[in-house]
């Protein structure tokens, strides 16, 4: 009998524990205290020193710190779109989880697991500020502090062996300060190609979860231990200098980086049309890249000539072979009044095989429109040879920031390559009867402009030059002059310079690449922002 007792008695005191504590959980989750009262508001005028300390953590960072900008007009926005961004987000979230669980139940024996609400709340995440950083790189920095106190209601059941559980996500609260840069800045909408996210401190995550109706958070012990892992969790894979990568677009495409040359030799026409009164015509021909905003390049002029024969080779930067084309166009010379066109004819790059010569014989057409009956008469040819010389892929770099790593095509002359000139902006130019700058380039007797900004003490041009050479510049120097020219007729000061620099090449071509903001002078502040780059067959 005592042996019987004492297994009733443990089995008893087994019972009652767990019964017990059951018990008292659930009191624990479900009894509220009826005698809460609604704290007193009282202005921040009337609080004491210690009260104040204490809120001090709660004070907004564009009060504390003035390099964060207040941004409620961002806040307002969120909160008028957030109905939306509800939505769109959830979306996004479910596509994105969808092959994700389908892919690990099998391993853990799981039937489903399926959403069976998914919702953010109505209250959206506010920027408590947001600071700004400039750098003389293609890049945008932004360290906005986000705090989110939301009312999420996520729930996700899942379903093994004949049963199911429901898992609920409520009362969520982050407090995050992330770094988000895009880089690069690209002429194509949205603008920027890749998104890169860190964060610059651990994150402060709060959430209750409700198995079977009861909150799990409130298990003693277990909130401090899953709040401390998440932390280190995501603090181990994005805090800073670690980042978390999103492409938005190819970058190569679209900054239009060079990624070929076009080797054009034109060879002769025939049959041409006579222009001219006394029964001949002077005819020259056009090249130009469609696409490209460099100006067209030009043969010699062949006097009174039908059948001229000219020979010449023109090399030409090419940035998307996919959608550009070579036109020609045929001109008669005059001179005196305008050059009468007498034909033309485009060549899609995509048309050309890489890397092989191809010799086209082209009938001169009015203009590409095929339902043009003009187009029927006859106008001549023009023979043509051309060669397009991709880059090489195994030779590309794998980060676009390490561009100055491209190489040039074979057939380019040893010790020859492309020289590329992105000028950026000026700051600080004032001219004595106007500021309306643009920037002139003079290298090698060849003169390029960037486009005029009206009324401009820092302008910003963004604008890229490219020189294909034969040889290195290691003894070549750059000019570039910040010019001024009056929008008004008849000025007595038409034109003037506000500063000028003459940059050595031998330093870009042993660097590769250069990104500087160069002292203009005759200039009492103006500064010139100049990327150079140069890219070889070696």
Same mark, same amino acid.
């Not at 899942?158 to 049963?163: D, P, Q, S, T, Y």
């Not at 949205?190 to 959430?207: R, T």
């Not at 800073?240 to 980042?243: A, L």
């Given at each position: ?14 019972v ?10 659930y009191?624990f989750?479900?009894f509220q ?16 020193t210690?009260s ?13 710190c003035p390099?964060?900008d207040?941004?409620d ?12 961004l509800?939505?769109?987000?959830c979306?996004?979230a ?7 669980i ?9 039937d489903s697991?399926?959403?069976e609400?998914?919702t ?6 506010t920027?408590q500020?947001m600071?700004v950083?400039?750098t003389d790189?293609?890049e ?5 502090s986000?705090k ?9 059941a ?6 199911k559980?429901?898992v609920?996500?409520?009362d969520l609260?982050v407090?995050?300060?992330p ?5 690069p800045?690209?002429?194509?909408f ?18 209750g ?14 909130y ?7 932390k ?7 805090l800073?200098?670690?980042?978390l990568d ?7 495409k679209?900054?239009k980086?060079?990624v070929?040359?076009?080797?054009v030799?034109?060879?002769?026409a ?14 020259y021909?056009?090249v130009?890249?469609?696409e490209?905003?460099?100006?067209s390049k030009? +043969?010699?002029v062949?006097? =009174? ?5 000219w020979?010449? @080779?023109?090399?030409?930067?090419? #940035?998307? *072979? $996919?959608s ?6 045929v ?6 009044g ?20 191809k010799?086209?014989?082209?009938d001169?057409l ?14 001549g040819?023009?023979?043509v040879?051309? +060669?397009?010389?991709p880059f =090489? ?7 676009f @920031?390490?561009?100055?790593a491209? #190489?040039? *095509? $074979? ?13 950026h902006?000026?700051?600080?130019v004032?001219?004595?009867h106007?500021?309306n700058p643009?920037?002139?380039?003079i290298f090698?007797?060849e003169?390029?402009?960037?486009k005029?900004?009206?009324k401009n ?6 604008e ?10 290691v ?7 910040v ?7 008849g000025l007595?000061?038409? #034109? ?5 620099v ?5 330093d870009?071509v ?9 002292h ?6 103006g ?6 780059q ?5």
């Open positions: 009998m005592g042996f019987v007792s004492t297994i009733l008695g443990f089995c008893g005191f087994g009652g524990v767990s019964f017990g504590l059951t018990i008292g959980y009191l989750i479900y205290p009826c005698d809460v009262k609604d704290p007193v508001i009282r202005p921040l005028v009337e609080r004491d210690k104040l300390q204490q809120l001090l953590s709660e004070i907004p960072l564009w009060v504390k390099d964060y207040r941004v007009w961002l806040n307002k926005f969120i909160e008028y779109m957030w109905p939306y509800d939505k769109a987000i979306r996004t479910k596509d994105i989880a969808a092959p994700i389908a892919e690990q139940i099998p391993k853990f024996k799981i697991v399926e959403f609400t998914l953010l709340g109505s209250l959206p995440p920027f500020g600071k950083y400039v790189e293609k945008l920095i932004m360290e906005p986000v989110w106190a939301g009312n999420p209601n996520v729930t996700v899942v379903k093994a062996f004949g049963l559980a429901t609920q996500v409520v609260q407090f995050a300060a770094r988000i840069t895009l880089k800045l690209v002429p194509s949205p603008c920027f190609a890749n998104i890169s996210v860190s964060l610059m401190e651990k994150p402060h995550v709060d959430f979860l409700k198995l079977l109706g009861a909150d799990l958070m409130s298990i003693p012990g277990l401090r231990f899953v709040q401390e892992t998440i280190d969790q995501v603090a181990n894979m994005y800073w200098p670690k980042t999103v492409q938005i677009l190819d970058p190569s679209a900054m980086r060079p070929g040359i076009l080797h030799k034109i060879l002769r025939m049959k041409l049309r006579k222009k001219d009164i006394l029964g001949a015509s002077d005819p021909v056009k130009k890249l469609t490209s905003k460099l100006p030009k +043969t010699t062949k006097h =009174k000539n039908l059948n001229p024969e020979d010449e @080779e023109f090399n030409m930067v090419v #940035k998307d *072979p $996919e550009q084309a070579l036109e020609l166009s001109y008669d010379w005059e001179q005196i305008k050059h009468e066109k007498m034909g033309m004819n485009v060549i899609p790059l995509k048309d050309l095989t890489p890397d092989e010569s010799t086209m014989t082209l001169l009015k203009n590409m429109d095929s339902n043009d009956t003009q187009n029927d008469k006859d106008r040819q023009i023979m040879e051309l +060669t397009y010389k =090489k892929e195994e030779e590309l770099p794998k980060e @920031e390490e561009s100055d491209h #190489k040039v *095509p $074979e057939g380019t002359p040893p010790g020859g390559g492309v020289l590329m000139i992105m000028v902006e000026a700051q600080d004032e001219g004595k106007h500021t643009y920037v002139r380039l090698k007797g003169e390029r402009k960037t005029q900004v009206k003490r820092d302008p910003r041009w963004e890229e030059f490219t020189f294909v050479l034969e040889e290195a510049p003894n070549d120097r750059l000019h570039m002059e010019v001024s020219t009056s929008t008004r007729i007595l000061h038409p #034109k003037e310079v506000l500063g000028y003459d940059i050595n090449l031998s870009v042993s660097n590769k690449r250069i990104n500087e903001k160069y203009l002078i005759d200039s009492k502040n500064r010139l922002q100049v990327e150079l140069w890219r070889t067959a070696s």
